[in-house]
């Protein structure tokens, strides 16, 4: 008798030579019109399909037109604001150009007054020595009057030549700390960087007006091919191939303009972003540039101011001591008489 082992327990059971085959499953015939739905009933949903895009496409332009006659008026406004600093900035620069230029040719005047002055002296001088070796004590006494005039008028000359070394002084510090320094330090990186803020603001309007053109394109060209196609229904046999390429175009069209309406998406947020930080870009620089307008005028008021009084100063004392002299020689001169 044969040991029965562990092997012998998980063999297969034996097989009787008269037991039936394994149960298999009847195969149902599958009907192919139920299957795979008709031409007619795909035309039908393709028609359905293509109606349901046109009123998208129609609400969807409607609504994007809306909002980006919007946003082409409002970077019109912003881009005429950026314009106006950068032309505040040149008519702050013309004054100060102009302002010096006017000092600068009246300390000219001034100083072409003193040379006159000291001429008429000169001939003065020379033709009161020339009468006053004939002449007599009356004659004498009126030369001191006149000798008094000619030392007043020698001041007057005198004080016209330190105010236009003044008038000089004041618009080398005006060029110095005024214009050079600040202001014109100032507009010229102002004009760089509105330059670029003007450059990348037209880039994204472009960029999002162009991708609107786009899309619109891309829907009139699926809808002129479903058009097509929709003519071609009725084609013979050999005008099948054609209107069957015909539908894979009008696939690749129908892809394509969903492709551009999610790239419409997009670049309407990095237009948004964009702009936004421009503007913060822009009210960081305004704020400077006030900042540095405002000490530019409050340097040119206080040296302008500092500069004016001591041009008085120096008038005054000169003039009164002239005016004093004049007097006690015309007091001598009637005491004379």
């Known amino acids: 008798m044969a040991t029965k082992t562990k092997d012998d327990d998980l063999a297969a059971p034996p097989i009787a030579d008269d037991a039936p085959p394994p149960t298999q499953e009847p195969s149902v015939p599958v009907d192919a ?189 699926y809808d002129a091919l479903f058009r097509e196609v929709e003519g071609d229904r009725g084609v013979d046999a050999s005008g099948v191939a054609a209107t069957a390429s015909r539908r894979q175009d009008l696939w690749l069209a129908e892809m394509n303009y969903c492709v551009n309406v999610q790239k419409l998406q997009q670049c309407r947020v990095e237009y948004v972003t964009g702009m936004a930080a421009l503007f913060q870009q822009y009210k960081s620089m305004e704020v400077w540039r006030a900042s540095v307008v405002q000490t530019a005028l409050d340097t040119y008021t206080r040296k302008q101011k500092l500069t004016y009084g001591e041009m008085a100063g120096a008038m005054a004392e000169p003039m009164a001591s002239a005016q004093v002299q004049h007097k006690l020689k015309v007091d001598c001169a009637l005491m004379a008489i």
């Open 33 to 221: 019109s139920e299957a795979w739905p008709s031409s007619e009933e795909l035309w039908r949903r393709k028609a359905e399909s293509c109606e349901a895009l046109r009123v998208f496409e129609e609400a969807r332009r409607a609504q994007i037109d809306r909002f980006q006659t919007k946003d082409r008026a409002y970077w019109r406004q912003f881009e005429e604001e950026i314009r106006r600093g950068q032309e505040e900035n040149a008519r702050l620069q013309r004054f100060f150009s102009l302002r010096v230029q006017a000092d600068l040719a009246y300390a000219e005047a001034l100083r072409k007054i003193r040379m006159a002055v000291d001429a008429s002296q000169s001939t003065a001088s020379t033709t009161g020595a020339a009468a006053s070796h004939g002449g007599s004590v009356a004659s004498a006494d009126s030369l001191n009057v006149q000798s008094s005039v000619s030392k007043a008028l020698h001041t007057l000359g005198e004080v016209q030549q330190q105010l236009s070394e003044k008038l000089v002084q004041f618009t080398n510090v005006v060029k110095r700390d005024v214009m050079a320094r600040p202001l014109d330090e100032m507009a010229a990186t102002y004009s760089e960087r509105i330059a670029a803020m003007l450059a990348e603001g037209g880039k994204l309007d472009a960029m999002l007006y162009q991708t609107q053109q786009n899309v619109v394109a891309a829907f009139a060209k």
